[in-house]
């Protein structure tokens, strides 16, 4: 059974970066992408990026290039997710999951973490 | 984010059938990428209820089906009960490349 566990809740101020970590077991993580999803409160669900450990690489969305960084530890099987200059509209609930088919198809999904971005 | 286009709300009375759509472009759905849909029930992370346009897993009840056809995608709950309110959302693969992945809005289920 694979389990994706988050780091805790965040609060941080606008224009600091948060870094939210997955640690994943039961599963293949050396193949297993994870992607890192959003809400918004009372809002939809948002793909920021992900990480793909069978070609060693991690891609986000337009939205958020060059403010978020998805890097991977294998030794750990962990996947951390972090997000740069933050505003106070990144104030959101993050979830990590495991896409079966790469970036795409989220079998597994982490409790979430909520970010909360106040001065 | 452009995203795919779901209802806000659908709303059925118990045993009732209840169908929530879902509009893509031919950059996603279009392009002939696979349609999954979740289930969230508050405060809780999202569920996988359908892959693969029409694949239920394990543990899902057999009143819920889907499909898709061109660049749309349905799904579809018969014998609504309680339990079934909730927002359901659609997800497929966007080629464009502005993002990888794309979300419907989400469609909040109520069972009147």
């Known amino acids: 059974q694979v389990q994706l566990v988050q780091s805790g809740a965040e609060v941080k101020k606008p224009g600091s970066s948060v870094m939210v970590s997955c640690k994943a077991s039961?599963?293949?993580?050396?193949?297993?992408?994870i992607s890192w999803v959003r809400q918004v409160p009372g809002e939809g669900l948002e793909w920021l990026g992900g990480?793909?450990?069978?070609?060693?690489?991690?891609h986000s969305a337009q939205k958020f290039q060059g403010r978020v960084k998805i890097t991977a530890d294998k030794d750990t099987s962990t996947v951390y997710m972090e997000l740069s200059s933050l505003r106070y509209e990144d104030t959101a609930v993050y979830y990590c999951a495991r896409g079966r088919e790469g970036y795409t198809l989220f079998d597994y999904w982490g409790q979430g973490t909520l970010v909360t971005v106040s001065a | 984010q452009s995203g795919l286009t779901q209802p806000p709300s659908v709303s059925g009375a118990p045993g009732q059938r209840v169908v929530i759509s879902c509009t893509g472009t031919s950059s996603d759905i279009g392009s002939g990428y696979d349609v999954h849909w979740y289930r969230q029930l508050p405060g809780t992370a999202p569920t996988l209820l359908i892959y693969?346009?029409?694949n239920r897993p394990s543990g899902v009840p057999d009143r819920f089906s889907a499909s898709k056809s061109g660049t749309s995608a349905s799904l579809a709950i018969s014998g609504l009960q309680a339990e079934d309110e909730a927002v359901y959302y659609c997800?497929?693969?966007?080629?464009?490349?502005?993002?990888?992945?794309?979300f419907g809005g989400g469609t909040q289920l109520t069972v009147l």
């Open positions: 693969a346009n029409k």
């Open positions: 997800q497929s693969y966007d080629s464009s490349l502005t993002a990888y992945v794309v």
């Open positions: 990480f793909n450990p069978t070609i060693g690489t991690s």
């Open positions: 039961g599963g293949t993580f050396s193949s297993d992408a």
